[in-house]
């Protein structure tokens, strides 16, 4: 069954980076889109970033994230990633990857999710 | 960027009672939107795609409508299994962006 793990979250001071990782598993990855969406403690949901099937050469962000966060994936490992620059203490949340549903689409909805990986930005 | 409003922010109902959460868009966004549920310390789980289509193994008490931009979800008879907060997004174009959230209890 299709399955997605998350790793690399932790704690890390203001202005710092942190690396998240995705792996894929049950399912052709290079053919989906693949996002990452994160929930702020005891808030709603944030989409972060997408990037598209394939080569990955689309990708997309939100505007709170766009010129610190990186999206990019290697097929190879079936592994999506979020390279996290300049973190803000308002970037801790769980941050959840998420697998797009159509085949070769970039923009779609949502299925399934991860079980997260909790990012907190503190001094 | 279209804003998704989502609409209550919470609600009490009774078990059996048909429930209703309404998510505006400020644009048109056709029907690329959907529903989904997060249960307490859970995983976010899609419900509804498409803005009517229900997702395989969701139970028959689902259901989203669309009216132009306003959609609307749907619980006929309201479970305690359903205790949850429900989010609509809209997927049309980037960013992606979700409602902010309905919490739905048991009175």
């Known amino acids: 069954q299709v399955q997605l793990v998350e790793s690399g979250g932790g704690v890390v001071q203001p202005g710092g980076s942190l690396r998240l990782s995705c792996a894929a598993s049950?399912?052709?990855?290079?053919?989906?889109?693949m996002n990452w969406v994160r929930q702020a403690p005891g808030k709603g949901l944030e989409w972060v970033a997408v990037?598209?099937?394939?080569?990955?050469?689309?990708?997309y962000y939100a505007d709170s994230v766009k010129g610190r966060f990186t999206i990019s994936r290697d097929n190879s490992k079936s592994t999506v990633y979020l390279q996290m620059n300049t973190l803000r203490p308002e970037d801790t949340a769980v941050y959840y990857c998420?697998?797009?549903?159509?085949?070769?689409?970039?923009?779609?909805?949502?299925?399934?999710w991860g079980q997260g990986t909790l990012v907190t930005v503190s001094s | 960027d279209i804003r998704m409003t989502q609409s209550p922010s919470s609600l009490s109902a009774s078990v059996g009672d048909r429930v209703t959460i309404t998510c505006r868009a400020s644009q048109g966004i056709s029907t690329y939107l959907a529903w989904y549920q997060q249960k307490p310390g859970k995983v976010p789980k899609l419900l509804i795609y498409g803005a009517s289509t229900l997702q395989s193994g969701v139970p028959s008490r689902f259901s989203g409508s669309r009216s132009g931009t306003d959609f609307t979800l749907t619980i006929s008879g309201l479970q305690p299994e359903d205790v949850a907060t429900y989010y609509c997004q809209k997927y049309n174009s980037a960013p992606l962006t979700f409602g902010g959230g309905t919490k739905v209890e048991i009175k």
């Open positions: 998420a697998k797009g549903v159509a085949v070769a689409g970039t923009l779609n909805w949502f299925d399934p």
């Open positions: 049950g399912f052709t990855f290079r053919n989906y889109g």
């Open positions: 990037i598209s099937y394939d080569d990955g050469s689309l990708q």
